[in-house]
């Protein structure tokens, strides 16, 4: 394979950068890391798009780490320039189709239960009278979500439709989407697998003092053998998503029925390289090299 150019789109300070770029560098590649909200885009005859002094559409492949919050219009800025460079010929991990199933998380639960996937219960809509409405529907006990979100900031389990509806009028009054879910009782843990092109390479079980399991929320990881039905539901949401890697969380009920919560297009793995014996960002770095031979 020729010298490839790479960039990493994502902090190379941070631990995910530092262990990325050693990864790369170990295959003799020297990645960049571009902040997203330095894109700039030209059109034109002499069209390009920029990060800083990078020219993204001059590279093989752009990694996408990380992708933060921001205005509607500032969202659908970074993911066309994305599409941009994809139709340009420029290899992206996630490819900006994917990323925009899985950030969105009433889409993915979509996708995930037309896939023959098992979902929670899950009621969407915009109106809290609505909202209130469906606590009895769920069953009185609710996890409301962030549609846009990770690591489990910003999400709330409510049981009292006192307090519900103040939360959801609060919402409304700041422009949020409300994301109900049934709260699915799970001995406070969960699991989280990665996938990259459809295998399953690393899995933990995710143990906390709370329902929320969240590493980031103060959730520890623990050692897990990778049950059939886990691994098998993992693959099949990686690939109804369209993900060339990405972290699937899941939770089997305290009934033992598995539950697919959320994907994640740009998951961390600290935690998981815990419990891990590979090295997950060699594993990962090995993956994008053979999207590369694979596209034409």
Same mark, same amino acid.
């Given at each position: 394979m020729k010298d490839l150019k790479v960039a990493v789109i994502g902090s190379g300070e941070n631990w995910h950068g530092q262990v990325l770029r050693q990864a790369w560098q170990q295959q003799g590649v020297d990645p960049l890391f571009v902040d997203v909200l330095r894109l700039k885009a030209r059109l034109g005859k002499n069209w390009r798009i920029?990060?800083?002094?990078?020219?993204?559409?001059?590279?093989?492949? @752009?990694?996408?780490r990380h992708v933060p919050g921001g205005s509607l219009e500032q969202v659908i800025y970074r993911m066309d320039a994305l599409h941009q460079l994809e139709d340009q010929?420029?290899? =992206?991990?996630?490819?900006?189709?994917?990323?925009?199933k899985m950030v969105d998380k009433y889409y993915t639960s979509s996708l995930l239960q037309a896939a023959g996937l098992q979902v929670p219960e899950t009621v969407v809509t915009e109106n809290p009278e609505e909202a209130s409405a469906a606590m009895d529907l769920l069953?009185?006990?609710? @996890?409301?979500?962030? =549609?846009?979100g990770s690591s489990g900031i910003g999400m709330v389990r409510v049981t009292e439709p006192?307090?519900?509806g103040r939360v959801f009028r609060a919402m409304h009054l700041n422009g949020f989407v409300l994301y109900l879910q049934r709260f699915?009782?799970?001995h406070d843990s969960d699991l989280r697998v990665l996938v990259l092109n459809g295998e399953c390479i690393a899995a933990m079980k995710r143990v906390s003092n709370s329902w929320k399991t969240n590493i980031a929320q103060g959730g520890r990881p623990e050692k897990y053998l990778l049950e059939e039905d886990v691994h098998i539901a993992s693959q099949t949401a990686a690939t109804a998503l369209g993900?060339?890697?990405c972290g699937v969380d899941l939770l089997r009920g305290e009934d033992g029925v598995l539950y697919l919560i959320e994907v994640n297009s740009m998951p961390s793995w600290q935690g998981l390289q815990q419990?891990?014996?590979d090295d997950i960002a060699h594993r990962i770095v090995h993956g994008c090299m053979a999207l590369l031979d694979r596209t034409p």
């Open positions: 920029t990060a800083g002094e990078v020219e993204l559409n001059g590279l093989d492949l @752009v990694m996408v010929g420029v290899r =992206l991990v996630n490819r900006p189709g994917a990323i925009e069953g009185g006990d609710v @996890v409301v979500k962030p =549609l846009f006192e307090i519900a699915i009782p799970h993900a060339d890697y419990v891990t014996e």
